[in-house]
């Protein structure tokens, strides 16, 4: 009936977590505040997806070529942990214990759904170890089924570098996404991590 407002709601709809509710919702809201706030949200997300880049190194979130973690002297580049997106690497920040450094995959492997390993950034990973020669992999794909035949074919692919393939300890509930577990868990996990000995699941 009124067309942008509409054109507005579908936009919002195609937002994760937006249902057709809160689209409503937000878009109404949008329509009472004040013209120049609207215009300070509409340039912010604009400036965030013009100036925001991914890592050249662990496809991070980045304003530079290299993120600020792989870019820190401080930062240990023998260990690499492998996540799915860039959020997993704020949670696992905010925990404040890990120094290593991170991949960022991508996602993980789902052949029924179509993410096959070259959807993924698997062949990037391999570069950099070849290039890098970490001493330990760390697996922080998550618990579902996904993120361990993931793992395992993770395990597999750097078996003859030589490098120590280890994942978050068992502590986590089976099926659960990194940003839903809470810090404390996440930060033994990540102290008691295990090897992941692949040839038992074969
Ligand atoms: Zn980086």
Avoid at 16 to 25: F, Q, V
Avoid at 67 to 88: G, P, T
Avoid at 114 to 136: C, M, N, Q, S, V
């Amino acid at each position: 009936m009124i067309a942008p407002l509409e054109e507005l709601v579908e936009l919002l709809i195609t937002l994760p977590t937006i249902g057709r509710k809160s689209a409503w919702r937000l878009a109404l809201h949008l329509l009472d505040r004040p013209e120049e706030d609207v215009e300070r949200l509409a340039q912010a997300i604009i400036d965030a997806r013009k100036k925001i880049i991914k890592c050249g190194r662990c496809f991070m979130y980045s304003e530079t070529d290299l993120c600020a973690i792989c870019s820190s002297a401080r930062r240990d580049r023998s260990l690499i942990c492998v996540v799915e997106k860039s959020s997993d690497v704020l949670t696992i920040e905010k925990i404040g214990r890990y120094r290593g450094v991170y991949h960022v995959l991508g996602g993980v492997l789902s052949p029924l759904a179509g993410i096959t390993p070259d959807k993924l950034r698997i062949a990037e990973l391999a570069k950099r170890i070849a290039g890098e020669h970490p001493a330990e992999l760390i697996i922080g794909l998550g618990g579902s089924a996904e993120a361990e035949t993931t793992a395992v074919y993770l395990a597999r692919l750097v078996r003859s570098a030589g490098v120590r393939v280890t994942r978050l300890a068992r502590g986590l509930p089976a099926g659960m996404e990194l940003e839903y577990v809470d810090q404390i868990t996440l930060g033994q996990a990540l102290n008691e991590r295990t090897d992941i000995h692949y040839e038992e699941q074969d």
